[in-house]
């Protein structure tokens, strides 16, 4: 008798190694069965490890101009985390009241009520409801981000392996803190069409200068191995205060980090070791034109080492502060415990309403606590999947380590939780809104948003300028250069 085996079906493609495959495929996991009133958590989803953005992050909003400023209009945005261990247990109501304290409860629950608030993307009605392991939180919020200077980002180089740019002041190089599309990655992406950059290094918010990009991930790794050889030179130049010495000061003061989330760093033997050669180009009678060579890239060690020198950036809203004492930080001679540094230099700022100036604003200072809550209700994700001591801090001169040829872990964490915040694709941008002074800005208020019942005064352009500047960065087998700024002229005068 001929035994009868089934045929190919309309599925399987006639492949019997498919059908071989399947059959060796490990069974599909049971979904247990939930007690009775047992809250059921889907299983984590697998998240890129990279970042990229692209034409829908691009359109969550738009710039407009004004009064020499580039500014973003303001946008709905979802921030995303997943329940934090230290959060099982707790309650909703629980974990904002006392890890997000910037806003009181009401403001939590008003949120949950207009559907804001999702719970393993489920509307939340009741923060009672107990967190569990692999909750997935998602909170919608109206995203204001500060005004940024209105020069250009200038496209110095392109070639099929790089973009080299001319990054002016006060922009981020990629997403960080309350800055998202005020940034020369979106800008690049939204003005420019690039896209899939590679960042090979990174400068401070407030330095100006050459800027590199990989196109590939080869040339990124290519150029990486030169950071490790110490194969790169990288020059800047700054205009400080006084008559600099003329010979060549070497400084290799070690260099520690007293607030990620401020900005702040000075000099101390617990550091990280470092080592930066000076050359004074010039001196006008008041102020004197530096060349800078890092050997190192330690965060703010430029402007750290020259104010240990006693000659600080003219300009330097961090470094040339009064916080810092009579002798604003001279030989290291600070007489305040880190606690007190933050806080005079931050009523420092607020006094002057130059917060901004600092990437930070009011809902984001809570010195006492700066390592466990937000700074505000636009934060309330996004410090928790980023580390908060990282949530507002953007990177230093030059973030990838000459010594080790990386990032520092806590940028690290920054551009890859990056890649998971995302933007509510059913949630449209504001119009039509009345804050903001002409045409351009018109958008419509948000009812529950802080900031919209905010009036800020904006930075004028001047404020948005650091006189420190990458004129050159070169490399085994490139040299990229950009112009001298007007301000290191040697006959300039503020």
């Known amino acids: 008798m001929t035994e009868l085996r089934p045929g190919p079906g309309p599925d399987s493609g006639g492949s019997e190694d498919a059908v071989a495959a399947a059959a060796a495929a490990p069974p599909a996991p049971k979904k247990r069965r939930l007690a009775a009133g047992e809250r059921y958590v889907p299983p984590p989803r697998k998240l890129s490890s990279g970042v990229s953005f692209g034409a829908v992050h691009f359109a969550e909003t738009s710039y407009y101009f004004e009064g020499g400023l580039r500014k973003v209009r303001p946008y709905y945005f979802d921030f995303r985390t997943y329940c934090k261990g230290r959060w099982v247990g707790r309650s909703l109501a629980h974990v904002f009241s006392t890890e997000f304290r910037a806003q009181p409860l009401a403001c939590y629950r008003a949120a949950a009520r207009a559907g804001r608030l999702r719970l393993n993307e ?64 979106f800008i690049l992406g939204k003005e420019h069409n690039l896209t899939e950059l590679h960042t090979i290094h990174r400068l401070d918010r407030m330095t100006s200068g050459v800027l590199m990009f990989a196109k590939t ?25 006084g008559e600099f010495p003329e010979n060549e000061v070497v400084c290799e003061e070690p260099i520690l980090v007293v607030s990620y989330k401020v900005g702040v760093c000075r000099v101390d033997p617990k550091g990280k070791s470092c080592k930066t050669i000076f050359q004074r180009l010039s001196y006008n009678g008041k102020t004197s034109v530096v060349k800078c060579l890092p050997h190192t890239g330690r965060t703010h060690q430029i402007r750290v080492h020259l104010q240990y020198l006693g000659y600080p950036i003219v300009n330097d809203p961090i470094y040339n502060m009064k916080a810092w004492g009579p002798e604003r930080g001279k030989g290291g001679k600070i007489d305040k415990t880190d606690e007190e540094l933050l806080k005079a230099l931050v009523e420092e700022h607020r006094s002057k309403q130059s917060l901004d100036v600092l990437g930070i604003s009011e809902e984001d200072l809570n010195l006492n606590a700066e390592n466990k809550e937000c700074g505000n209700s636009s934060d309330c994700m996004e410090s928790v999947q980023v580390d908060p001591i990282n949530g507002n801090s953007c990177p230093a001169e030059d973030t990838k380590d000459p010594e080790k040829g990386e990032i520092p872990t806590c940028l690290q964490n920054s551009d890859t939780n990056l890649e998971t915040l995302e933007k509510n694709k059913e949630t449209s941008s504001c119009e039509n809104w009345d804050g903001l002074v002409g045409e351009k800005g018109s958008e419509e208020k948000d009812p529950l948003c802080v900031e919209c019942k905010i009036t800020r005064r904006d930075p004028s352009p001047k404020e948005l300028v650091m006189y420190l500047h990458a004129l050159r960065y070169k490399g085994a087998e490139f040299e990229y250069c950009s112009k001298m700024p007007e301000w290191a002229m040697e006959d300039w005068e503020e």
């Open 122 to 185: 489920q509307p939340v009605h009741d923060l009672d409801t107990v967190l569990k392991n692999n909750d997935f939180l998602r909170n919608t919020v109206h995203r204001h981000e500060p005004p940024v200077t209105a020069q250009p980002v200038q496209i110095l180089v392109e070639d099929d392996e790089v973009v080299v740019v001319d990054k002016p002041s006060s922009l981020p190089v990629h997403p960080c803190g309350r800055f998202r599309h005020n940034t020369v990655i």
């Open 217 to 241: 991930a080869e040339v990124s790794k290519r150029i990486d191995e030169q950071v490790r050889q110490r194969q790169l030179e990288k020059e800047y130049v700054c205009r400080v205060v």
